[in-house]
């Protein structure tokens, strides 16, 4: 079991949440310099890698369905990033495997469950994240198959929504809120990998995937200076495109009110090593083409806080 890596420099580190049956391991840390130096929150949901031994007893093939659940070793890359800019930074170490931290309450498959759907759930027809199996706690994976032995018991998903996912969220919804009323804006990344894409439409695949709820999570200007960027540095990069963010920018983002949200997706094979398991030779410079992006991003988002309230970004993009 992979413990939490230890503080960035200087900066106070808040360990948050705690991961059932690990004997007091933090679910997550908040590392945020004060005062902070950038408007910008580096958030990794899905890197987690602190197994509890009665989680892995009860998965099926633990080793392999947690390699290809977790965005592996991303929280490694955004402490890089974090360390290179002065960004704040929010790791999760609660594995993926024991509650997706994208996904919301409502995404449950009481399949999964010992005694069905609650009483006290109400009426839900199961999503599309659901019924492919990777609702709140992920039911199987593509050739792979189901993930479990045996089915969950309620008390499970509670004392996970409880420990996990409720402190997780208000943490980063706080830290927010505190990077907004220092900048006037804020502007969550939300740090994603994905595996190769492969060839479409006769083009090499993208390296990234800017995901912005086609729109909805972030300013237009942040996005285009995000392309520009990636186009500077010959790396291609998709909009929305089979990736277009999920629960966390659903629930966090609100333009209009200063809080800006993208989630960002990277080949895997960028940064790790030929079985997409360790960090390999791209790893470095990885770390500083998106460090780069973070410097650069952030002085958008600070003029975008000079504007001074909704009307402010509406006429920006005019």
């Not at 892995?56 to 947690?66: D, K, Q, V, W």
């Not at 997409?276 to 410079?285: I, K, Q, S, T």
Request: charged share 20%; aromatic share 6%.
């Amino acid at each position: 079991m992979n413990r939490p890596p230890a503080s960035l420099g200087d900066s106070p580190r808040i360990e948050g949440g705690s991961i059932p049956g690990s004997s007091g391991l933090s679910a997550f840390s908040l590392i945020a310099p004060e005062p902070s130096s950038l408007p910008v929150l580096l958030a990794v949901p899905h890197a987690g890698r602190a197994y509890p031994g009665t989680l892995l007893e009860r998965m099926r093939n633990p080793g392999f369905a947690a390699l290809k659940l977790e965005d592996r070793y991303v929280d490694r890359l955004a402490e890089r990033i974090a360390r290179e800019t002065g960004a704040a930074l929010l790791v999760a170490h609660a594995p993926r495997a024991m509650i997706d931290l994208n996904r919301g309450h409502e995404d449950v498959d009481w399949e999964m469950f010992a005694r069905g759907r609650p009483d006290g759930v109400g009426c839900y027809t199961p999503g599309i994240r659901v019924r492919s199996g990777l609702g709140l706690i992920p039911r199987r994976l593509p050739g792979l198959g189901e993930l479990w032995k045996r089915r969950h018991d309620e008390e499970d998903l509670a004392e996970r929504i409880d420990q996990i996912h409720a402190p997780y969220h208000a943490c980063l919804a706080k830290t927010l809120d505190v990077l907004r009323e220092r900048w006037g804006a804020a502007l969550l990344l939300d740090l994603h990998s994905m595996p190769p894409l492969g060839y479409r439409g006769g083009q090499a695949a993208p390296d990234f995937v800017l995901g912005d709820r086609f729109g909805a999570s972030c300013h237009g200007s942040l996005v285009g200076t995000c392309f520009s960027y990636f186009a500077e540095q010959q790396r291609g990069a998709a909009h929305n495109r089979p990736y277009a963010g999920g629960y966390v920018l659903d629930r966090h983002a609100n333009p209009a009110q200063g809080i800006h949200a993208l989630q960002v997706e990277i080949d895997r094979s960028c940064y790790l090593d030929s079985r997409l398991v360790e960090p390999g030779p791209g790893f470095d410079a990885m770390a500083q083409l998106l460090a780069g992006l973070v410097r650069r991003i952030a002085g958008e988002v600070a003029e975008l806080g000079q504007l001074g309230g909704a009307a402010g970004w509406a006429n920006a993009a005019e």
